[in-house]
């Protein structure tokens, strides 16, 4: 069964005024109750264009972010309510208005914090898809997953007004290949066909997907500069070798 409702003049949510609306929802049988949801969520216009940048409300609004891990530190990996509204708490203060989840989809409960307390997210699917970085790693389970894992993020994140991109992974080993293009344009039409209002990218690090020309590289260049070398300058020579395609895959829209 489909509800439509109306809000008449609503308070719109933004970094500076997250305002908020709870739902409640109630399964009767006559009159008794045999189930019952109730979550919060937020109303705001998100836009996107090469004139304005990106904007909420139409007015245009510049990322000041950063990326953090799922853990909490000497905490650990345990999702804690307060723990996570903390680490935003103490973001905001330090002047930033975004985060990516590295590299993970993010909890509920930080999720709720960064409704709360007007943060934007870019929730992150994985840091690998089918080409391994360690012997038992999730590459070996991501082909009967992901599909199942995309469903899971888009469900979790879909009524949270903090939410504006999705990221399809970061440090994808395949991401700069022909196969790896093939596959971030299915991941992403796959999380379009569930939730169309929010963007998609995907994070290309040059070095590691390049990983397969290091050895050659390294080869024909002094081995001395090489280890002086800053990473950025590796990534870029890297990337001049495996041509203009990884160059372009470094936009990050798919």
């Known amino acids: 069964m489909n509800a439509t409702l109306y809000l008449n003049n609503p308070s719109l949510w933004n970094v500076d005024t997250p305002n908020l609306y709870r739902c409640r929802v109630k399964l009767l049988d006559n009159i008794?109750?045999?189930d019952k949801w109730e979550d919060s969520f937020g109303i705001r216009i998100l836009t996107l264009d090469k004139y304005n940048g990106l904007s909420i409300q139409g007015?245009?609004?510049k990322l000041y972010g950063g990326c953090i891990h799922h853990d909490n530190g000497v905490i650990g990996a345990a999702t804690i309510e307060r723990a996570e509204e903390r680490r935003v708490q103490l973001l905001k203060e330090a002047g930033y208005n975004a985060i990516r989840?590295?590299?993970h989809p993010m909890s509920k409960a930080l999720?709720?914090?960064c409704d709360k307390h007007g943060m934007l997210v870019m929730d992150e699917l994985s840091d690998m898809w089918y080409v391994p970085k360690s012997k038992d790693d999730?590459?070996?389970h991501f082909k009967d997953y992901w599909e199942t894992m995309i469903q899971a993020m888009v469900d979790k994140d879909y009524n949270h007004p903090s939410v504006i991109m999705y990221s399809i992974?970061?440090?994808?080993?395949?991401?700069?290949?022909n196969s790896g293009a093939a596959l971030a344009r299915k991941l992403s039409n796959r999380i379009r066909s569930l939730d169309d209002s929010r963007y998609i990218t995907c994070g290309i690090n040059g070095m590691i997907s390049n990983m397969d020309k290091l050895e050659e590289w390294i080869k024909i260049n002094d081995s001395d500069q090489v280890v002086n070398m800053s990473q950025?300058?590796?990534e870029k020579n890297l990337i001049q070798r495996r041509g203009v395609g990884l160059m372009l895959?470094?936009?990050g829209f798919v």
């Open 249 to 251: 895959s470094h936009l």
């Open 138 to 140: 999730f590459a070996n």
């Open 111 to 113: 999720l709720k914090a």
């Open 169 to 177: 992974g970061n440090e994808i080993i395949e991401a700069g290949s």
């Open 59 to 61: 007015e245009t609004i």
């Open 32 to 34: 008794d109750c045999i």
């Open 232 to 234: 950025n300058t590796m």
């Open 101 to 103: 989840s590295a590299h």
